[in-house]
């Protein structure tokens, strides 16, 4: 029998995981006037940026317009003027998008500094082990810590776990992966190289272009000047390799991507297919990896493929999503990119919650989507635009005392874009 210490802890908002929907979401929530606490069963926030090296930030941009701006611009903000990051470059990959090249630990810190001058309860260490509902509303949360169990009651919830955990544990209806087969995109195990001869990889770029991937306009002098390395290629050497059975791994391709130091790059290349994070205990075969796809909600709305890639407009968008609809085979080596006709797309409020449950919304990537949507959707930049509407807007339905639902989708917009928030 799990026991629970007599005190329960009572708040107007609680944010259940502090990636980047969590920090922001929280942000937001606390900022509107609530008493917020952030849950987080790491010991720092981030998400897979700082768990598992899921690097850099991708992307703020579309076509050279800034499409993620409010809260998001002032945690940039931040880490430059602590040289965490230089800001946001062109991507040479795509060469419609931008990357933002980062240092972790100054992430670490910035995004922690953030929450604490705002007011927000961080509770790390602290993991979700249930949630207990009463005639479709959340009434209270059961938590696991260091020092024993506890159980946190919140007028408003927000499910920031980046798998739907919240969700799926008070009765909302998921979804993982391909509606063929349930096969989401595969996990990666990242690792940082240091000491890496940039100069001598950039001249041999300069002279075998052919071997790397170059966005539209991107010119070998750009891409091998832009500040930091963004590699996607050595297509043959990799072939080689596996030909050989030097490599084993399910990649087609090398994908680096350098930190905001140089020299220090995060790799990208062991892809783990046929594993399934939202399944039993498969999880337990590797350490902290870079999960790219898990549960996703059904929500009020599912925003598709099409809605992403004809730009299409939504009447209660929220937020903005620019990042190609970019897809990890589930069962091979390869990807599969495409663009939105427009540069960026809107997000409706509608996808971030669910009729089911009254007082939860999804903050982050877990909102409700299709497979092919929640390949753009997935990025930390669109989580942290998506994570400060759903702070704000729990931060409406907790003063007024209503469902999610009830809120004004009008009043929300405009307490979004007072916010600095890019909506339309």
């Known amino acids: 029998m799990i026991r629970y210490n007599e005190k329960t802890i009572k708040t107007d908002v609680l944010v259940i995981g502090g990636g980047p929907g969590g920090i922001m979401c929280?942000?937001?929530?606390?900022?509107?006037?609530?008493?917020?606490?952030?849950?987080?069963?790491?010991g720092y926030l981030g998400g897979c940026a700082t768990q598992s090296l899921a690097l850099p930030l991708m992307s703020f941009h579309a076509d050279g317009t800034k499409v993620v701006r409010g809260y998001a611009d002032e945690l940039?903000?931040?880490?430059?003027?602590?040289?965490?990051?230089?800001?946001?470059?062109?991507?040479?990959?795509?060469?419609?998008?931008?990357?933002?090249?980062?240092?972790?630990?100054?992430?670490?810190?910035?995004?922690?500094q953030m929450l604490l001058d705002a007011g927000v309860q961080l509770l790390l260490h602290t993991e979700l082990i249930d949630l207990e509902t009463e005639n479709g509303r959340i009434m209270r949360a059961f938590v696991r810590t260091y020092s024993g169990n506890y159980i946190i009651e919140a007028d408003v919830y927000a499910d920031a776990t980046g798998s739907a955990e919240a969700a799926m544990l008070a009765g909302v209806e998921t979804k993982v992966g391909r509606d063929t087969d349930g096969m989401p995109q595969p996990?990666?195990?990242?690792?940082?190289?240091?000491?890496?001869?940039?100069?001598?990889?950039n001249d041999y770029i300069r002279n075998h272009p052919e071997l790397v991937v170059m966005g539209e306009g991107i010119t070998p002098e750009y891409f091998c000047g832009c500040g930091r390395l963004c590699i996607s290629g050595?297509?043959?050497?990799?072939?080689q390799a596996q030909k050989n059975g030097d490599f084993s791994s399910y990649r087609d391709r090398v994908l680096i991507f350098e930190t905001n130091r140089q020299g220090e790059v995060s790799v990208n290349m062991s892809r783990i297919i046929?594993?399934?994070?939202?399944?039993?205990?498969?999880m337990s075969d590797a350490a902290q990896v870079g999960i790219r796809e898990s549960r996703r909600i059904q929500g009020k709305f599912v925003l598709t493929a099409e809605d992403i890639l004809s730009c299409r407009t939504q009447p209660d968008s929220i937020a903005l999503g620019c990042w190609p609809i970019d897809i990890h085979s589930p069962d091979g080596s390869g990807l599969s990119d495409q663009q939105t006709s427009g540069g960026y797309y809107q997000i409706p409020y509608r996808c971030l919650y669910?009729?089911?449950?009254?007082n939860l919304l999804a903050a982050g990537r877990i909102i409700s989507t299709t497979h092919e949507a929640f390949a753009s959707v997935r990025v930390a930049p669109t989580c942290f635009v998506i994570g400060q509407a759903a702070g704000t807007a729990l931060a409406m339905a907790a003063k007024q005392k209503?469902?999610?639902?009830?809120?004004?989708?009008?009043?929300?917009?405009?307490?979004?874009?007072?916010?600095?928030?890019?909506?339309?």
């Open 274 to 282: 046929g594993k399934n994070a939202a399944v039993g205990f498969e």
């Open 187 to 201: 996990m990666s195990m990242l690792f940082k190289m240091q000491n890496v001869d940039r100069n001598a990889l």
């Open 354 to 358: 669910s009729d089911a449950v009254s």
């Open 26 to 42: 929280a942000l937001a929530a606390a900022r509107n006037g609530c008493h917020t606490i952030l849950i987080e069963r790491s």
């Open 234 to 239: 050595f297509f043959p050497q990799i072939a």
């Open 76 to 112: 940039m903000e931040r880490m430059q003027a602590l040289g965490g990051t230089q800001g946001h470059l062109r991507d040479p990959i795509t060469g419609t998008c931008s990357v933002t090249p980062i240092d972790t630990e100054v992430y670490k810190y910035a995004a922690q």
């Open 402 to 424: 209503c469902a999610v639902s009830e809120i004004s989708v009008a009043d929300l917009q405009r307490r979004l874009r007072e916010e600095g928030q890019k909506i339309d």
